[in-house]
């Protein structure tokens, strides 16, 4: 369980101050799958970095209940020099797993061939995002945090991005950022919108598909 009590975070921009988190209370259930949804900059991908721990808020608190991954896919904190294999006996070590088949699954899993043994900072974006993906998805959480990554890779690698995450359904809650609505119906069986702050839930996931979409509509 993720609950999120009186959760605040804004960010200075050149436009005035731009509001993420304003008291924001809220569940996410245990096992649960939920979309995530709201408008280009609402500070969907900031809230998720909130979830997991990665940013602090500027008042209230995350309270979690089990493990919580990080945004999946994130890819920040590899270091250049080392191999994508060094990273990944990195990330074994940290959460306790067998380095030999984490290494295994993620060089499986990545599809970067004979670059997973050079040093990261030679990765394109897209080999940098697939290696991510397999470190991401090679530890057991309870749950995951998603924010876009079934964009990564061509149409079979995003086939096999989305069947880990039908696997991973069986055993572990997750929550999803993406603008597709079609992976969103697939994945997802309840949503939350955020706005100007403010989130809402929604127990199905069409309603809260249909308040996004009218927030889009009205949007100048």
């Known amino acids: 369980m993720i609950e999120l009590v009186n959760l605040s975070k804004s960010f200075r921009s050149g436009q005035g101050r731009k509001v993420v988190a304003d008291g924001i209370c809220a569940v996410f259930p245990p096992g649960a799958a939920v979309a995530l949804l709201g408008r280009n900059g609402a500070g969907k991908s900031s809230l998720l970095r909130l979830i997991a721990g ?67 900072r030679t990765y394109s974006a897209g080999m940098r995002a ?17 924010d876009e990554v079934t964009s990564v890779g061509d149409a079979a690698f995003r086939r096999k991005c989305e069947a880990v995450f039908r696997a991973r359904l069986g055993s572990s809650g997750v929550i999803v950022v993406s603008h597709s609505m079609g992976l969103i119906r697939r994945l997802c069986s309840a949503g939350a919108v955020l706005e100007a702050g403010r989130l809402t839930w929604h127990d199905d996931v069409e309603e809260a598909i249909r308040h996004h979409e009218m927030l889009m509509l009205a949007d100048p």
């Not at 697939?130 to 998603?146: E, H, K, N, P, Q």
């Open 130 to 146: 697939r290696l991510a993906f397999g470190v991401s998805m090679g530890i057991a959480f309870d749950t995951y945090l998603v």
């Open 54 to 120: 990665t940013l602090a808020p500027d008042s209230g608190e995350v309270r979690v209940a089990g493990s919580v991954s990080w945004p999946v896919g994130f890819a920040g904190s590899f270091h250049g020099d080392l191999s994508g294999r060094q990273n990944a006996r990195f990330v074994a070590r940290v959460y306790g797993v067998d380095t030999d088949e984490f290494c295994a699954f993620v060089e499986d899993f990545a599809e970067i061939g004979p670059h997973f043994d050079l040093p990261v």
